[in-house]
């Protein structure tokens, strides 16, 4: 039996949702999540050789969020995974590489078609 989440990490499952749900609509190849310098984490549509983005994910929602990509697309071992979620009722399969962006970890999430 699984445990209840804490409520940090509903809002971080939430907020993804809510990303990839968007994307999705969208029509977004992929999503690039990297930290911002300003606090809290940078989000890029990505279309073609174009990302659209602004600082969708609050700094007291960075840790969760990074931590549940992390641990959701078994990245333990290796810097790409594959991140298994529903959009819209659909069950995708989201390939997910681990990069570094001016010493920070950073996630591209790439929709496979």
């Not at 659909?90 to 496979?112: C, H």
Request: charged share 25%; aromatic share 8%.
């Amino acid at each position: 039996m699984s445990e209840v989440p804490k409520e940090s990490q509903a809002l971080a499952r939430a907020k993804m949702q809510e990303i990839l749900d968007q994307a999705i609509d969208a029509g977004a190849d992929a999503v690039t999540i990297e930290f911002a310098k300003e606090g809290g984490l940078e989000v890029l549509f990505v279309f073609g050789n174009t990302g659209v983005g602004d600082i969708f994910i609050q700094q007291n929602l960075e840790e969760d969020v990074m931590t549940l990509i992390y641990e959701q697309s078994g990245l333990e071992e290796k810097s790409c995974g594959v991140l298994h979620w529903e959009c819209h009722g659909q069950n995708l399969e989201i390939n997910v590489e681990e990069y570094e962006s001016f010493g920070e970890i950073a996630y591209t999430l790439t929709f496979l078609k």
